[in-house]
């Protein structure tokens, strides 16, 4: 099944001209966008993980003749061992992340500190749903994600980033998406969005 709003799936069609070849799924839920990315792009290696342990099995059908699909199961996206697990998936680097798992702003920046290394120069990191602190429904305390920090806090580490990063070209948001996208000569050392926070004037930045 697939569970993205129109609006996702025409973003993602507008990616087709990147011709991502090797792609990552973090958070995979019902598993048809795996398939859909499979549709649209065509790639040699599509990989998804899922905290959930059972297998999802129209998915499971779907990439049974289709070696270049690989699944996890069980796999937390802040997995101390996911970078290394990935990297060996991937040895050729990956053109296109996107992280749909938890949405949790902690949980979410480990994914980036784990994925972002991976990622070719020129490819792109894709965060959906950034902005559901900010609906009308998570504006009360009924709401189970109340007292979560808003996942916005992880776009302000990436934008306070861009300035002096040279391993961010540029951070494009939507309304409901961001995308981030890798310099063409990243160095060889691993990003650290801690860095930003050093370059504020002597200000802290808020928490949302």
């Known amino acids: ?11 993602y069609r507008g990616l087709q001209n990147k011709e991502p070849k090797n792609i990552l799924e973090v958070g995979m839920f019902e598993g048809g966008s795996l398939v859909l990315f499979d549709k649209l792009f065509s790639p040699e290696k599509l990989v998804g993980l899922d905290i959930r342990r059972e297998p999802i099995e129209p998915l499971e059908n779907y990439r049974r003749d289709r ?10 996206q ?3 061992e996911l970078r290394k697990t990935l990297g060996e998936e991937f040895p050729e680097g990956i053109d296109l992340v996107v992280d749909d798992a938890s949405h ?31 609906q009308p429904g998570a504006q009360t305390d009924a709401h189970p994600w109340f007292k979560r ?15 002096n990063s040279p391993h961010l070209e540029k951070v494009t948001l939507h309304q409901d998406i961001v995308v981030v996208e890798k310099s063409l000569t990243p160095p060889e050392t691993d990003i650290d969005l801690d860095e930003g926070h050093d370059r504020l004037r002597g200000h802290t930045l808020g928490s949302l």
């Open 1 to 11: 099944m697939l569970v993205k709003p129109r609006s996702f799936v025409d973003f």
């Open 67 to 76: 070696p270049h699909i690989k699944t996890f199961y069980g796999l937390s």
């Open 78 to 80: 802040n997995d101390p």
């Open 104 to 134: 949790h702003y902690e949980m979410s920046r480990a994914t980036f500190h784990s994925c972002f290394p991976l990622v070719n120069p020129g490819g792109l990191y894709v965060i959906e749903d950034w902005s559901w602190s900010h």
């Open 149 to 163: 920090p808003a996942l916005t806090n992880l776009i302000l580490d990436l934008l306070i980033n861009v300035p």
